[in-house]
Each structure stands twice: as C-alpha cells, then as structure tokens.
C-alpha cells in the first residue's frame, strides 16, 4: 500500500467483485494487488481472497472480506461529482442497475450497502450559491428526488417550477 491514507471498506465476502465493478464504473479508479488469507480465520480459509487494493476515482482503498458482522451505513459514502446530466444518469444507472437501491437527494447504495452521493456540480452551486431564495428553491428542489434532475434544480433556481 503506497498511501498514507487509506479507506477500509468491510465487506462480507464481496470485495474483489465490488472492486471490479468500481474500476468498471467510474474514471481513475483500478483493481490492485489481491491478497489470499495465509491461513484459516473466521469466515474463511487459508486462500480465500481476504483483502482487495483498489483505487476509486483516485482514492486509494482496500476491501476486506471479513464476513457478516458488520454492515455499511449511510454515515460514510462517495461524493462523486458529476459534470451533466449524461454523466449522473450513467453512474446512478450503473449503480441501482447492478442490484443497488435509490434512496434520497441524489444517494444510492451498491449491491454490498456502500453509499454514494451522485452529486452534479450544478447542484453544489445551486445550494451554495450567494443568492440565499435562490439556494433554498434549489435545496427543496432536490429534497424532492432520489437522482438529481439538474434541469429541474436550474429551473428551481432560477424561480420557475419547469425546467
């Protein structure tokens, strides 16, 4: 492991799969080294694939396939910023698509409870822009979906109810 810093990610035995689909899915982000279990532990055997390095648009992590005792929540998930609507669409599809789930305000969950937050720039600006009315028809806006709709967002902060 090159890096400092790097994110754990629990997984119940799904982590060479998980990393495989994220290297798939979003730009900057690869399947590293795989490492087998030197011996028998718990939920697994000597040879089982224990631990994944993978980087995810950029940030390094590593999948530890420690089996059911814990699970993901959604007080940790990636903040993916997306460009357009093309752009959000793809990765909220590739997501809920690969047997994830929808939830609030642009957030979703992979197929192994990781939370992300598809995030479009246009709705970063819009919540914290200068124009404080504006921000908040934006922010209820959003309030609204599960994926974002940036036309419905802009539309929302410029004070019109169609985009």
């Known amino acids: 492991m090159p890096s400092k ?6 997984y119940e035995g799904g982590a060479l799969e998980a990393a ?18 030197p011996g028998d532990y718990p939920d697994g055997q000597q040879g089982d694939v224990l631990m994944v390095e993978f980087t995810v648009i950029g940030i390094p992590c590593v999948g530890l396939n420690g089996g059911p005792h814990f ?6 998930s ?4 997306t460009d357009d609507q093309a752009e959000t669409d793809r990765l909220w599809s590739a997501i809920v698509g690969n047997g994830g789930q ?5 957030w979703c969950k992979d197929k192994w409870g990781i939370s992300w937050q598809i995030t479009p720039r246009a709705l970063l600006a819009a919540v914290t ?7 908040k028809r934006a922010f209820d806006a959003m309030m609204t979906m599960t994926k974002i ?5 802009e539309a929302a902060r410029r004070g019109h109810s169609q985009p």
């Open 129 to 135: 822009g200068s124009d404080r009315a504006a921000a």
């Open 20 to 37: 495989g689909f994220y290297a798939a899915t979003f730009p900057d982000s690869a399947v590293g080294a795989v490492h087998q279990a």
């Open 149 to 153: 709709d940036i036309a419905a967002i």
């Open 78 to 81: 990636f903040q993916v910023a």
């Open 71 to 76: 699970t993901h929540n959604e007080s940790f």
């Open 102 to 106: 929808e939830n609030a305000c642009g």
């Open 5 to 10: 810093n790097t994110i754990c990610l629990w």
